[in-house]
């Protein structure tokens, strides 16, 4: 559940309600089980110190500002991220803005004005292979020697695996390209969803008896293009659904769009904002020979996605 109060510092905002916590330092993109094991850690010492705990992350992805020319495909957005952090059971989360000025901090300089001068933290848990300050020449050895020296523990958290697997924020961006969402799950420990608001579209699917919320997806995003099971949250209520993820080879071949059609709703949802997490891959886009196979298809889509669904459970992101 989230933790009551879950407070948001940034940059040159008022540090006080944070000072003292153990910190989770990392960039958390998608909070994945890994992610939350290493939150885990911090938790755990924060309770025995009886302080707080708190993420420590970055935005934008330091990725993003060193190839700013190369899309990122990130599994969630600033929003998403804050909100699964919410649900780690955090007492909040600082965001520090990822520019030249932060860029050309040393490692030393990022912890003592940082970590020390700012918020005066207790303790700090980060990845085996978390490296930070001017040509990431900060280590985890060098964050632990600091934090003695400073006064506060470093916990190094070790990959975490399953059955091998390493859990980490790229496998599930190749899960995802792939189309294998119910990989990208078990690594996630939840399903992977995006959240965007209903634009206006050309309402085929309405004329073909499927009428679809409309959502536009960041431009970076990799995701396979087909047809998906799907759960959607809108203005507090759940609905299962079908959704076209691509650009309509049917029809226009044009801009990508996330198109999905709720079961058992019925109200207008221009211009709501839909959270939308996707449960299990159907098939690839095709295009059919006429519109009445076409439809048959999408009648065949929604029986199998009603299928995949119910065997689902509840399966809903923790947001």
Not at 105 to 119: G, Y
Not at 291 to 313: I, T, Y
Request: net charge neutral; hydrophobic share 50%; aromatic share 10%.
């Amino acid at each position: 559940m989230p933790a009551k109060n879950f407070l948001i510092v940034r940059d040159g905002a008022d540090g006080e309600p944070l000072r003292g916590a153990v910190v989770a330092i990392g960039n958390f993109d998608g909070v994945h089980r890994g992610h939350r094991a290493l939150i885990g850690v911090a938790l755990d010492r924060a309770r025995r110190l009886g302080k707080p705990a708190a993420a420590l992350t970055f935005e934008p992805h330091p990725r993003a500002f060193f190839h700013a020319d190369e899309p990122l495909f990130r599994l969630t957005d600033e929003a998403a991220k804050l909100r699964l952090l919410a649900a780690t059971g955090l007492n909040g989360a600082i965001v520090l803005t990822f520019d030249a000025a932060l860029a050309r901090l040393t490692a030393e300089e990022f912890v003592r004005r940082i970590l020390v001068e700012r918020f005066a933290v207790s303790g700090a848990a980060i990845g085996f292979n978390f490296h930070f300050g001017m040509s990431r020449a900060g280590s985890p050895d060098f964050l632990t020697t600091e934090g003695k020296q400073c006064g506060f523990a470093v916990d190094v958290v070790p990959l975490l695996q399953d059955k091998g697997r390493p859990i980490s924020s790229g496998p599930i961006r190749d899960a995802l390209a792939a189309g294998r969402v119910d990989e990208a799950a078990d690594f996630l420990g939840f399903p992977w969803f995006v959240t965007a608001v209903v634009v206006h579209g050309d309402r085929r699917g309405r004329e073909l008896g499927f009428p679809t919320a409309n959502l536009r997806l960041d431009a970076g995003c990799r995701l396979r293009h087909g047809i998906y099971a799907v759960r959607v949250a809108v203005a507090g209520r759940r609905y299962d659904g079908v959704a076209s993820f691509g650009q309509r080879p049917m029809f226009d071949d044009g801009a990508v769009l996330l198109e999905a059609f709720l079961f058992d709703f019925a109200g207008d949802l221009y211009g709501k904002k839909l959270d939308v997490a996707f449960i299990a891959w159907l098939r690839d886009e095709a295009k059919f020979a006429s519109v009445d196979d076409l439809v048959r298809q999408m009648h065949e889509d929604a029986r199998g996605a009603r299928e995949l669904l119910a065997r689902a459970g509840d399966a809903f992101p923790p947001i």
